[in-house]
């Protein structure tokens, strides 16, 4: 089976959604798919100092369809996407006569793209399918409740034209199929394990102090770190905690983080610090706690967090806010530990309940661990999604 893989994001990893791709990538790679992810968007010579414009990594290959640095000119960039877009078409077409594509998977909600995509397949005559995992602009970063009427339209034109979806929540898959109805899989949780079978076991039964991590982006819209800071004060002078928040924040959200350090006296319990693709399994095991806050709103019900199955392969207590589906899919106090939304009270009773009954938090973190192998693998991810397309 040979599959293309469009998206926007940088390669071959730089966000969550990079490593979501790559992770049922490498799924379908050890079933013996082609799998080749493509980006049409160059995303510049980031914090991780990758040069290169295509490559392989785990038996999955990628290359940007037209370079990987970017122009500093806010209006050249308009021009090297379009031009980025022209060559996407004809890196596809070319490799289509190859060997022809069983399916080609769209991993961005752009209706430019999305509609781009229908236009090139009328050459390449695939299964074209579309990928979600949030709610689109801009119920998506502006936290609207729906999308614009026009939109909507649009939305149900352009897909009509597609195959089947694949979706990371029941909830985004409804929404998406009472626009334009198509046979769907959900694939919630995605972590490729294999970054996580060779980490040493470091498990302290008492900790003299606790380790209390975050990893993420910290866009406050979607994940409100300020609920987890704040609930530091509940706790510091009960306990010897410490909290790392690793992440790469826009300068606005890490000066509101600041501010809230700031006027809360935490200074000497936060660290900010940011951490490589590679490094990523080694700073979660490390950690005693592995914590995750998301407010709740329309957009978390439609979202998973990705970083809940690599924080659970850790076999460390996990702690999120109870939001979007993922009590349906883990069971609280047994694999994970989920808190109130919004609430910095409730978020340091669990965090507390967590250091008093350490023993137990453990064995549910071991839990959640066995979850994650046994149903929202890497290898499981790609199963279904070759069966679905092998469906279609």
Known sequence: MKIAIICSY?????????????????????????IEVISYMPSGIGIDNLEDDKGELDGVKY?????????????????????????????????????????????SDNLVILCYM??????????LLFIFDEFPIPIRGKLKKAIPAW?????????????????????????????????????SSITDISRFEK?????????????????GNMELSKDNVDNILLSLAYLRNKYNIHLFLYGNPSKSNKNELLDIIKSNELS?????????YVDVPTILNEADVLVSSQPDTVRAAGGFPTKLGEY???????????????????????EVYLAMPGSPKDFADKLSYIFDNYKEALLAGEAGKQKIIN?????QAGNKIFNFIKSL
């Open 199 to 215: 980490l040493p076991v470091r498990v302290n039964m008492h900790p003299a102090s606790f380790r209390i991590v975050y990893m």
């Open 312 to 334: 659970l392969m850790t076999a460390k207590p996990v702690l999120c806010t109870d939001v979007g589906e993922i009590s349906e899919y883990f069971v609280d106090k047994k």
């Open 151 to 187: 939109k909507r339209n649009a939305y149900s034109l352009i897909l009509h034209f597609y195959s089947g979806y694949i979706s990371m929540t029941d909830t985004l898959l409804k929404y998406y199929q009472d626009i334009s109805f198509h046979k769907g899989i959900i694939v």
């Open 118 to 127: 229908i236009f090139a397949n009328i050459i390449i005559q695939s299964k």
């Open 268 to 276: 000497d319990y936060v660290t900010f610090d940011y951490v490589s």
């Open 10 to 34: 940088p390669l071959p990893y730089g966000m969550a959604a990079t490593t979501r791709i790559f992770s049922y990538s490498k799924g379908l790679v050890a079933l013996g798919a082609d």
């Open 63 to 107: 290359r940007y369809a037209f370079r990987r640095k970017r122009t500093k000119n806010k209006i050249f960039r308009y021009l090297e996407v379009l031009w980025s877009l022209l060559l996407l078409m004809k890196y596809l077409v070319k490799n289509n006569g190859k060997s022809k594509y069983d399916a080609i998977i769209i991993s």
């Open 375 to 379: 149903n929202y693998s890497h290898y």
